[in-house]
């Protein structure tokens, strides 16, 4: 996948925008994943996602001609940290709008309500970049060495973070299970 993506950005470096709807079926996965995970809000990531790509689009020049994935993902996360931070500055009088919520996995996991705030209550127990790598492996199906091209980290790193991530979950679950009645 790197090699063929790095392929495509060449070409778009060229001008041969043809291949973009490769290049984004390819990436639009981990793109979106990236700004909902800052953003937690789907209509909004969706927003910055297109506006990531034009930026990307603009940027083409500037390739180095490395990791595709990452300098998109670069773009993606620069632009969602922008909205967050320029969000964050707002006042809100409206006392029902929490755009800071946790993730809302209601929609993303199955199973009873119950189990989905534990997951949750559980999830926050992690970093951000274990929470990535945890969501990225058993939501989006990614293999450890997908992730460690999309973060550009070693993939003994990412094993080893996603085994402390899960470390950290069963401590958690466990805790919250043997406090229930």
Known sequence: ???????????MQRG????FPEVYEQTRKPVFF???????????????MQDAYMKM???????QNRNFLSFMLTIAKNMAINEFNR???????????????P????????GDVVKKEMVQEALKALTEIERS???????????????????????GTITWMYQKALS??????????DETP
């Not at 990236?34 to 910055?48: C, G, K, V, W």
């Not at 689009?57 to 390739?63: A, F, L, Q």
């Not at 790598?133 to 993939?155: C, G, S, V």
């Not at 950290?168 to 299970?177: G, Q, S, Y």
């Open 34 to 48: 990236m700004i909902f995970n800052i953003l937690h809000d789907r209509a909004l990531s969706e927003d910055i």
């Open 16 to 19: 041969d925008f043809t291949v």
């Open 87 to 101: 969000r964050k500055k707002t006042t809100y009088t409206d006392l029902d709008i929490d755009l800071f919520a």
């Open 1 to 11: 996948m790197k090699e063929r993506l790095n392929l495509l950005a060449k070409a």
């Open 103 to 110: 993730v809302d996995l209601m929609n993303l996991l199955e």
């Open 57 to 63: 689009i603009e940027s083409m020049p500037n390739y």
């Open 133 to 155: 790598i945890f969501l990225l492996y058993n939501l989006e199906e990614l293999t450890h060495r997908e992730i460690a091209q999309i973060l550009d980290k070693p993939l």
């Open 168 to 177: 950290k979950l069963r401590h958690t679950l466990k805790e919250v299970f």
